[in-house]
């Protein structure tokens, strides 16, 4: 009898990043240039309306959380949702949990290995609720506009403060936008 191989997490091109030490320590940017480092991520797939956005981006976390958990993995960082295309009725997205750790099993329930974003891109901070993020967003069109600048046809909104257990008036979110 032959051992099943080892699932490595890591097979892609990551690069392991120490536990944060406080995310709410980072300071606020507004349109500051960065390099996204990829980071092994457990991710997922989802659809949400606009009227159930928050509440799906909160549950949808909530499952990866459940497979890290059966994996025996360790979260190891702030969760992003990466925004692949949205409408008038709603929008698709991946959500991910950095973790470290490696494991025999593969993800279930839709959950696969993967890595974050990586590459070139500007950083927002946003506070407070996910609902009045609008303004943000319009500022972040803005500030491209003003500096003739091309975004990738995606956005990354990573969570400083946990969306599963932080007041939705208290969030802390930083949003990547990724250039082209």
Do not use: C
């Not at 799906?56 to 990466?82: C, H, M, W, Y």
């Amino acid at each position: 009898m032959v051992a099943p191989p080892v699932v490595d997490p890591k097979a892609v091109d990551t690069q392991s990043i120490a536990p944060a030490t406080d995310p709410l320590k980072r300071p606020d940017g507004f349109g500051d240039e960065a390099e996204l480092k990829p980071v092994p991520v457990l991710m997922k797939k989802a659809h949400a309306s606009w009227d159930e956005a928050f509440a799906t981006i909160v549950a949808t976390l909530k499952q990866i959380d459940a497979e890290i958990a059966r994996l025996k993995l360790k979260s190891n960082g702030a969760p992003f949702i990466i925004y692949t295309s949205t409408d008038d009725l709603g929008f698709d997205f991946e959500a991910a949990v950095p973790f470290e750790g490696a494991t025999m099993d593969k993800p279930q329930n839709e959950v696969v290995f993967s890595a974050s974003p990586a590459g070139k891109a500007l950083r927002f901070t946003h506070r407070g609720p996910y609902d009045a993020m609008d303004p943000t967003y319009e500022q972040i069109a803005n500030l491209l506009d003003a500096k003739d600048l091309e975004a990738q046809d995606l956005y990354i909104e990573e969570y400083r403060s946990d969306p599963r257990t932080t007041s939705p008036d208290d969030l802390v979110i930083d949003i990547w936008v990724p250039l082209k």
